[in-house]
């Protein structure tokens, strides 16, 4: 770790305010705008809150889930990776690199548990028609 963060490697990845909010060019194309864009990644920063204070999980790592899951839609589309799999990887990643012990089976347990079929169902049915 650098001594100076303006002088280390995590300040030359941080992004313009202006490269985080675009839409992908897929996701373009199946009509999400900007508006959706932005409450997508709320709701989902919502789930992995939600999922993470259930496992019981340090806020250090709920926040290091929403910058990883915040970075990954820099690059990709959401119709390319779902999101509601890569939250629950994202927290699960999280916690691995903020040295907090959490056991996959436990996450798999409470995602099953919070989310029912019919929500995910009309999800899937909006973003993949």
Same mark, same amino acid.
């Given at each position: 770790?650098?001594?100076? $963060?303006?002088?280390?490697?995590?300040?030359?990845?941080?992004?313009?305010?202006?490269?985080?909010?675009?839409?992908?060019?897929?996701?373009?194309?199946?009509?999400?705008?900007?508006?959706? $864009?932005?409450?997508?990644?709320?709701?989902?920063?919502?789930?992995?809150?939600?999922?993470?204070?259930? !496992?019981? !999980?340090?806020?250090?790592?709920?926040?290091?889930?929403?910058?990883? $899951?915040?970075?990954?839609?820099t690059?990709?589309? $959401?119709?390319?990776?779902?999101?509601?799999?890569?939250?629950p990887?994202?927290?699960?990643?999280?916690?691995?690199?903020?040295?907090?012990?959490?056991?996959?089976?436990?996450?798999?347990f409470?995602?099953?548990?919070?989310?029912?079929?019919?929500?995910?169902?009309?999800?899937?049915?909006?973003?993949?028609?």
């Amino acid at each position: 770790m650098a001594a100076n $963060f303006w002088t280390s490697s995590h300040q030359r990845q941080l992004l313009d305010p202006e490269k985080i909010d675009i839409v992908h060019p897929i996701d373009k194309e199946r009509g999400l705008t900007l508006d959706e $864009f932005k409450l997508i990644k709320i709701h989902m920063t919502n789930h992995i809150w939600r999922v993470a204070q259930q !496992v019981k !999980v340090r806020q250090r790592v709920i926040a290091t889930a929403v910058t990883y $899951f915040r970075r990954v839609y820099t690059r990709k589309s $959401f119709s390319e990776y779902d999101p509601r799999l890569v939250a629950p990887t994202c927290l699960y990643l999280a916690a691995k690199a903020e040295e907090s012990t959490v056991q996959a089976r436990l996450l798999v347990f409470y995602i099953k548990k919070m989310c029912n079929h019919h929500y995910y169902l009309a999800y899937v049915l909006l973003m993949f028609p």
